[in-house]
């Protein structure tokens, strides 16, 4: 079994952490996942060997395996770096019994910062990318619940989508969250060069839930930017881009420093999860 090195890191600003470890890991990875790319390519009639294609398909599909649960059940895990899946807004809400590790107190008995003072407690708090990503890389394990252990972040199919398309706006892409019925996805919308040497439109689809990867070429004559801007008829699914391409939530994150510690513990589990 070939042995995979978990580097050591300087503390290292959020926004490179992600590009740092697909980059550590592009060859392996780009070789484990050789025959979903192929069918990827075979599917659109893209240019197989052209290193742009396989980047952008890639580092798409890498992200959305860090991060990933099975299903929609309470501390339902799944991706590299194991993030729990957690119902909000019913009753009772499984949320309340989530402890700080902190305080040692549960979600319900605590109350939330000024800027989600709207809410009675941080059980009901709707974890924005800023809070939801940050506490990906907190040093040591921020939460715990009697069903799953210890866990760093948590969220519901909204949560992790409007994580996931901020996330991958550090890397260039332009995506958009998706909402039908209860149940919610992201898109991404990128340029792929063809077998032909054109460029073509394919629609990433990323599902943080379901553990689910698909792609699709937008209608004809659609353009990205109407793409973009149309968010369907949910009432809540323009809040959710709002905030997945909010400029605010992206400034906070860029401030924040992934510490020695966490890198190595989530570069850790992500060779882990892909390679043994």
């Known amino acids: 079994m070939k042995i995979f090195k978990v580097n050591t890191y300087e503390?290292?600003?959020?926004?490179?952490?992600f590009k740092k470890l697909f980059s550590n890991h592009y060859n392996n990875y780009r070789i484990k996942e050789e025959s979903g790319?192929?069918?990827?390519?075979?599917k659109h009639s893209l240019l197989e060997k052209d290193s742009l294609n396989q980047v952008q398909f890639l580092q798409a599909k890498f992200i959305q395996q860090l991060f990933t649960s099975r299903y929609p059940s309470n501390c339902s895990q799944k991706g590299a770096l194991k993030v729990p899946y957690f119902w909000n807004w019913v009753e009772p809400n499984p949320r309340g019994e989530i402890i700080a590790a902190s305080t040692g107190k549960k979600l319900k008995d605590t109350?939330?910062?000024?800027?989600f003072n709207k809410y009675a407690s941080m059980a009901y708090v709707d974890r924005t990318p800023s809070l939801y990503l940050k506490d990906v890389v907190s040093e040591d394990a921020k939460y715990y619940h009697a069903d799953c252990d210890t866990?760093?972040?948590f969220g519901w199919c909204s949560e992790r989508e409007m994580s996931y398309n901020l996330l991958m706006s550090f890397f260039g892409y332009k995506g958009k969250v998706v909402v039908s019925g209860a149940h919610s996805w992201s898109e991404l919308w990128v340029e792929f060069k063809t077998t032909d040497n054109k460029q073509?439109?394919?629609?990433?689809?990323?599902?943080n839930t379901y553990d689910e990867f698909d792609s699709y070429e937008p209608d004809n004559g659609q353009t990205r930017a109407a793409w973009l801007a149309d968010f369907g008829p949910d009432k809540y699914c323009k809040w959710y881009n709002y905030k997945a391409r909010s400029e605010t939530e992206k400034e906070k994150l860029s401030n924040v420093m992934v510490g020695t510690k966490a890198s190595r513990r989530i570069e850790k589990m992500a060779v882990e999860y892909f390679f043994k």
């Open 151 to 153: 866990f760093y972040t």
């Open 111 to 115: 109350k939330p910062p000024v800027e």
């Open 11 to 17: 503390p290292i600003a959020f926004h490179l952490f």
């Open 200 to 207: 073509k439109s394919i629609l990433l689809k990323a599902d």
């Open 37 to 42: 790319y192929k069918d990827f390519c075979g």
